[in-house]
């Protein structure tokens, strides 16, 4: 042996080993991946909103064997029961062998997105022209939003306790809607401004109808009156019901396969419903774990997870202490033997802004499920730094279970920055590390993920809930 080999020999010993990615996995692999995402784009074009996520996931978990929990209630291995918090957030569990006893196995991902929200006061006229004002939600990039087909979706509370769900534009037959923008002929001021102040949040003015009432009344405000009879009509809610509503607008398009080789999916929402559909469908798929399994798809992460479905909420709390009392368990000694991946996505590397990510630390498409130690911005602030030994069980697990996997931070060392929920599981005394699916484009109306990485983030939550 010469001395070339020996070296070759000793840095595949010791280094970290070459990215091994799509090329590695069996086309029959990619196939599963293909038929696994064909769910998921149901799944997607049927969770615009939180409400809408959990009506779907709900829909799927009925259909296969769960129940709503009772905490009266006695329950054995392999009993599968949901509970549901406002209709915004949905908890999914599997009863181990060894039910509580020694903590649970947590997979938490998010199911709201970013969108343009309604103001409580929306509707006005201007010009002959009806409009809703709106204050958008979470992170975006105000130009991304204009000039596009946009859909209605939500909930209106009457004055008499009834509920009407909208959902209106996602379909070719119904009207869509629109944010405008100043054509190029007279933007030579607006193409001057900064990118964040060239659309401002007060210009996020949504087109809503043109059209007069049909009468010889000279009265003002003819094109309100009209929308207000065509919604009154149709939902039977009057301009006051507004004030009792949460309605939204997010991307009428569906999603799509992207590129020649049908290898990505462009679509609304992928933060964070690419991460909850696996780990819905890993429950789902769960028969009898060791430990008892929760799946939670929860609300308002993408503004702090503040409010009572958010994950600062105590609502989850409560579901394991009420599962842990069945047990004859304390509910703080359980969590504070649970385990948790929190599925949230990271930003996958963009060769087009390569500036904005350090190579060797990022993530990248195509390389299976990402696993970020930390998130948070600057120095390490606002996150959960997952420790040494819960990275060690994690690793231990993924490579046990053949999964693809690559590790990565969101983006270059004081680039911005983000956080996830993991922060939050955290501070109740449970492991927890944040585990994705890496996206293109995030927070655009139109993101970008790889088939095989959903696939990768199924079998990592099958594995944690079944094999850990
Ligand atoms: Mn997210
Ligand atoms: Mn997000």
Known sequence: MDEKTKTKQLKEQLFMPAKKGIATISAEEIK?????????????????????????????????????????????????????????????????????????????????SPRVDLKPNPLYEDNSLALFKTHYYGGIKKYQWTVMPLALHGTV???????????????????????????????????????????????L???????????????????????????????????????????????????RDVGFDRGLIGGYGHDDKVCAYPALIAAIDSDVPDCTCITYLTDKEEVGSDGNTGMQSDFLRYFIYDLAKLDGEEGYRVLSKSKCLSADVNAAFDPTYASAYEAKNSSYINNGVIISKYTGHGGKYDTSDASAEYMGEIRSMLENNGIMWQVGELGKVDGGGGGTIAKYVANMNVDVVDLGVPVLSMHAPFELISKVDVYEAYRAFYAFFNKL
């Not at 908890?91 to 509580?100: D, E, H």
């Not at 190029?184 to 607006?190: F, G, R, V």
């Open 32 to 112: 599963k991946a293909d038929e696994f995402c064909e769910g998921y784009k149901t799944f997607l074009d049927n969770s615009a909103v939180e409400r809408e996520a959990v009506r779907y996931s709900l829909f799927l978990a009925k259909e296969n064997g769960f129940e709503e929990f009772d905490p009266d209630k006695k329950y054995n291995p392999g009993d599968r029961v949901y509970c549901i918090n406002r209709e915004k957030a949905i908890a999914l569990a599997v009863i181990g062998k060894n039910g509580t006893k020694n903590g649970t196995r947590l997979s938490i991902a998010h199911i709201d």
């Open 157 to 203: 509370v009457k004055l008499d306790g009834t509920k009407v769900d909208i959902s209106l534009g996602a379909d070719e037959e119904e009207p869509c809607f629109c944010i405008t923008d100043l054509l190029p002929h007279l933007a030579q001021e607006q193409v001057q401004e900064k990118m964040a102040k060239a659309i401002k949040g007060e210009n």
């Open 205 to 255: 003015n949504v087109l809503v109808g043109s059209r007069p009432l049909d009468t010889d009344d000279e009265e003002s405000e003819l094109v309100k009156l009209n929308v207000m009879k065509i919604l009154n009509d149709k939902y039977g809610i009057t301009e006051n019901d507004f004030l009792s509503a949460e309605l939204c607008f997010v991307p009428a398009q569906k999603c």
